[in-house]
């Protein structure tokens, strides 16, 4: 018995389209059509069409890479402080801070813990905004 091959060519769609509809557009109609397929993030115009037509949905996707570069250096720049918090809690657990006073030692630790929620927080809005 051979093995088993796989098929290869063009996928099986599973929903056939048969039937070809096309409208006349003015100048100013098809320059406003071309404008939002050139915004959208859709590859091609009758993907546009039927979500705006059918589905009565169309979605817009702008980038605004000063943004993305400002998200960029501050996820970079929260990683970086994560790492100093992760440093000082192990000196502290390491008790190489022996001389400080052990009240104030109790109040650096809940302002670590206090940082380090915070941090959480905005590495957190960084992350998942990216």
């Known amino acids: 018995m051979e093995p088993y091959k796989k098929k290869t060519g063009r996928p099986k769609q599973e929903i056939h389209k048969s039937h070809r509809i096309q409208f006349l557009v003015n100048d100013d109609q098809k320059n406003k059509l071309d404008a939002l397929f050139e915004q959208s993030n859709y590859k091609n115009r009758t993907d546009m069409f039927i979500d705006i037509f059918i589905n009565n949905k169309?979605?817009?996707?702008?980038?605004?890479?000063?943004?993305?570069?400002?998200?960029?250096?501050?996820?970079?720049?929260?990683k970086r402080i994560g790492t100093n918090?992760?440093?000082?809690?192990?000196?502290?657990?390491?008790?190489?801070?022996?001389?400080?006073?052990?009240?104030?030692?109790?109040?650096?630790?809940?302002?670590?813990?206090?940082?380090?929620?915070?941090?959480?927080?905005?590495?957190?809005?960084?992350?998942?905004?990216?």
Do not use: C, P, W
């Open 58 to 78: 169309y979605q817009v996707y702008t980038l605004d890479h000063s943004m993305f570069l400002m998200r960029s250096h501050l996820l970079g720049e929260s």
């Open 85 to 130: 918090l992760n440093q000082l809690v192990k000196h502290l657990n390491r008790e190489k801070l022996q001389f400080i006073d052990k009240k104030l030692l109790l109040e650096l630790h809940k302002t670590l813990q206090e940082i380090e929620e915070l941090y959480i927080k905005i590495n957190a809005t960084l992350v998942h905004d990216s």
